[in-house]
């Protein structure tokens, strides 16, 4: 292994070593194996791809107190490492997140945010909405508490919602929003397996099983 990824893997181990909230360390990993898998089909560059999995989340500022911190931390670590084009893969690491707004100008970084977009969805998805939903002190579902649409990034990341609620505004979203070939087809299934999941729901919630 690239002495770089592997300094690149232990600092995500050892970052996300406590998060409950979905964003572990195996989170990352099944990012990093999607983004390849997705890559060799595409013909992308693996060692961009590699890196920039690695440490997209490291990067994110939902774990730190200060605006674009991670990302300075980042770009430090990558000049510290010798990455020549290291701005490049700040801009695509940027870019990744949902509440960023933004898709990646180059493919690789199209490719992370595809795989990224992947763990969203189908059964790892679900378990993870709960998972943060749980550590971020949300309910599970209030039919009271109203969908919300066109949030500000704020908004998105600190107004109350539920976790099902999480399902209309972000992840039946996700499905159109894929920006390869590949990465739609993965949706596809995954997407299919959420919505059969929130019909089970709120079945239940409305006590119509069996009817």
Do not use: C
């Amino acid at each position: 292994m690239d002495r770089t990824i592997q300094n690149a893997e232990s600092w995500a181990r050892s970052f996300f070593s406590d998060d409950a909230t979905g964003h572990d360390w195996f989170h990352t990993h099944r990012v990093r194996n999607t983004a390849l898998m997705i890559g060799e089909k595409e013909r992308a560059d693996l060692y961009v791809i590699e890196l920039v999995a690695l440490l997209h989340d490291v990067a994110d500022d939902k774990f730190y107190k200060q605006e674009n911190q991670g990302l300075n931390e980042v770009a430090s670590w990558l000049k510290s490492h010798g990455v020549e084009e290291w701005q490049k893969l700040i801009d695509m690491i940027s870019s990744i997140g949902f509440s960023s707004g933004k898709t990646p100008d180059t493919l690789e970084g199209k490719i992370v945010q595809d795989a990224d977009r992947l763990e969203a969805l189908g059964a790892i998805g679900i378990a993870r909405t709960f998972m943060y939903a749980g550590a971020h002190g949300d309910a599970m579902y209030n039919p009271d508490i109203p969908v919300r649409e066109n949030m500000t990034k704020s908004e998105y990341r600190k107004g109350q919602s539920t976790a099902i609620n999480h399902f209309y505004e972000k992840l039946l979203k996700l499905k159109e929003k894929m920006n390869t070939k590949t990465g739609r087809l993965l949706a596809e299934e995954r997407d299919e397996y959420m919505k059969g999941f929130l019909d089970q729901f709120h079945r239940e919630w409305d006590s119509k099983i069996g009817s």
